[in-house]
Structures are given as structure tokens and as C-alpha cells.
């Protein structure tokens, strides 16, 4: 896995762990700008195959896009906008489907 880069956004890397999910191992990335305002992506191994699309979740100040690319599951989250989250997600996908 490649650590995405989120420079070109404005947000720094702060750090990186591995997690355990569910006994399976999970990237964590953790990124902050200028502001304080955090950005958190998680990168999971995914056995089946699913829709790919983005899906977009909002709660209680915090959202999250997340996707399934070939057998990677995706979230990236963080109390920023729709649209804000959207193109950091983006960045994100490019990033780690090279």
C-alpha cells in the first residue's frame, strides 16, 4: 500500500498504524491542515469482489465516503463538506489504485 498524498489539498500526513479489524489487517492514515482539520483514510483487504461506486455517509458532523476497488475496501472521513471529502477521495482512489 502506498500512502496517499494529500499535499496538493492542503492536509499533511501525521501519522500511520496498523490495525486490526476483524482479524484482518487495516492501514490507518491520518492527515491534518493548516486549520487543525483531520482527514482519516483506512484501507482494508476486501475477499469479494462488490460495487465499486463511491457512497457518501454524514453523521452528527462527520462524513464519510467509502468504495470497494477490485479487493481493497476504502473510507476516507472527516468533519469537512461533501464536497471537500469528495475531492479528497478522490485524490485518495488515484493514489492507491496506481
Not at 31 to 40: A, F, P, S, W
Amino acid at each position: 500500500i502506498r500512502t496517499p498524498d494529500l499535499i496538493g489539498l492542503g492536509y499533511r500526513l501525521v501519522g500511520g498504524r496498523l490495525l486490526p479489524d476483524g482479524g484482518r489487517p487495516t492501514a490507518q492514515f491520518m492527515y491534518e491542515n493548516e486549520k487543525g482539520v483531520r482527514l482519516t483514510v483506512y484501507v482494508q483487504r476486501n475477499d469479494q469482489v462488490t460495487e465499486t461506486a463511491f457512497r457518501f455517509i454524514d453523521h452528527t458532523g462527520v462524513s464519510a465516503f467509502y468504495w470497494v476497488d477490485e479487493y481493497f475496501a476504502y473510507v476516507l472521513a472527516g468533519a469537512i463538506g461533501r464536497e471537500g471529502l469528495l475531492d479528497a477521495a478522490k485524490v485518495v482512489h488515484q493514489s492507491l489504485v496506481k
